[in-house]
């Protein structure tokens, strides 16, 4: 058996607001394994991009264990951390944001060579970030110039040079190409796909797109409100849905066959997503599911393993297995 990666291991990260406690993530567990992509996918606020900052420390978590090559990170000192976070790095959800207006290409993309003393000389810094550029179908005169002078796919293949640059094993995806036009989309996944392929590199993919989840993905989490509601091999997840939450995402995946498409039951979900301040006991997904039972309004339902290789938090999930 592979050892993973990473492994999360019920992973907390509350904020506190006001006379309240905001459980962004609560309880998240899930192991990634060398070379492969894990899917995160959910609605808006579930708190997916939290896991992703949580994982690598740019949030102080909570509560519970991330190991990363056999060490649990969550308790490395800051001077530890510094060395180890050369292993891990992300790439930001808007490249409009996350690139500084007033640094040219070159100096964005050697801050990380820079920071950790990789290169003695400018010379050879210089070298290496041509290299990285090119290596995300960039060139050589895009250097010396500014973010603004670039599209959006390009500014994201900045982004993706830059976190390529201290050769990490595992990069956080953070909804990589949610603000990139149609067409540009899939060029940054193929992108993403070659790269991974070349250096062995190890994803967490976070996306709303859940066709282009199932295309990139291994394994898919699915999250609803802090928690994970359903995990599964990225074909059996969309072939074979168990909860009820992932089947009505995936029941609003147009299919491009009319025929197919006015045959199919969209599932509707009733009511908005509740507040993740001081949620209630029980099942969080409970008031909007049309199979909830008593039960799901006392007790929160055990992340467990359904069928191999499935997991699910449901009450009744046996009952909806194929």
Do not use: W
Not at 18 to 24: E, I, N, Q, T
Not at 137 to 161: C, K, M, T, V, Y
Not at 195 to 220: C, E, N, P
Not at 257 to 263: E, F, L, V
Request: with cysteine.
């Amino acid at each position: 058996m592979v050892e993973p990666l990473i492994s999360a291991r019920n992973i907390k990260k509350y904020f506190n607001v006001g006379k309240g406690k905001l459980k962004a993530v609560d309880g998240i567990s899930f192991d990634i394994y060398p070379g492969e992509t894990f899917g995160l996918v959910g609605e808006s606020g579930c708190g997916k991009s939290t896991v992703g900052r949580t994982i690598i420390r740019l949030y102080e978590p909570t509560d519970g264990e991330l190991i990363f090559d056999g060490k649990n990170i969550y308790e490395l000192s800051h001077s530890e951390m510094r060395e180890k976070r050369r292993d891990f790095q992300m790439i930001f959800q808007d490249p409009y944001a996350s690139l500084n207006p007033r640094m040219t290409v070159e100096e964005i993309v050697g801050e990380p060579l820079e920071i950790h003393h990789i290169y003695k000389s400018y010379k050879e810094r210089s070298n290496r970030v041509i290299q990285l550029l090119k290596l995300v179908g960039l060139n050589e005169e895009h250097a010396l110039r500014f973010p603004h002078e670039f599209s959006g796919g390009q500014r994201q293949r900045i982004g993706i040079a830059r976190a390529l640059a201290l050769n990490p094993k595992f990069i956080v995806c953070d909804e990589p190409i949610s603000a990139l036009d149609v067409s540009i989309q899939a060029q940054v996944v193929n992108l993403l796909k070659e790269l991974q392929k070349k250096f062995g590199l190890t994803y967490l993919f976070i996306a709303h797109d859940l066709s282009m989840v199932r295309y990139i993905s291994d394994r898919v989490g699915v999250m609803y409100l802090g928690q994970m509601m359903e995990l599964a091999k990225s074909e059996e997840l969309y072939i074979n849905p168990i909860h009820p939450y992932t089947m009505a995402l995936l029941s609003a995946i147009p299919i491009p066959d009319p025929d197919i498409q006015r045959g199919r039951k969209r599932i509707v979900l009733e009511g908005d997503v509740p507040s993740p301040i001081n949620p209630k006991e029980g099942c969080r997904f409970v008031d909007r599911c049309s199979h909830a039972i008593p039960k799901c309004n006392e007790i929160t339902p055990t992340f467990e393993e359904i069928k191999k290789d499935h997991f699910i938090a449901c009450h009744r999930g046996k009952e909806f297995v194929k």
